[in-house]
Nanobody
């Protein structure tokens, strides 16, 4: 079991940037996949990005490609989501999640451990 705590959310104007952090602790997760998902009011939870903790391989949703970057700092046990050129459509609660099987999955059903979420609001 891995405990995940997100931080870094807030209010930003369209075109601005934010960096979200996900601090991980607990059982070793060196072979996990670490993903970011988001959920806006009235919408389904959707995939944003994922990274292999061991290999560093990444995948992104088409809606954020070229704008968002996922990365990890092994020494700090932290995964980041750098969000640039933010749009009002990016407004959502952002969740960090871990998949023990190490799959770079787009589906939230494949992830076992979840953080509490952090709110990102982008004003027009």
């Amino acid at each position: 079991q891995v405990q995940l705590v997100e931080s870094g959310g807030g209010l930003v104007q369209a075109g601005g940037s934010l960096r979200l952090s996900c601090a991980a602790s607990g059982r070793s997760f060196s072979r996990y996949a670490m993903g970011w998902f988001r959920q806006a009011p009235g919408k389904e939870r959707e995939f944003v990005a994922v990274i292999s903790w061991f290999y560093g391989t990444t995948k992104y949703a088409n809606s954020v490609k070229g704008r968002f970057t996922i990365s990890r700092d092994n020494a700090k046990n932290t995964v980041y989501l750098q969000m640039n050129s933010l749009k009002p459509e990016d407004t959502a609660v952002y969740y960090c999640a871990a998949d023990i099987n190490g799959r770079l999955s787009f589906s939230s059903n494949e992830y076992e451990d979840w953080g509490q979420g952090t709110q990102v609001t982008v004003s027009s």
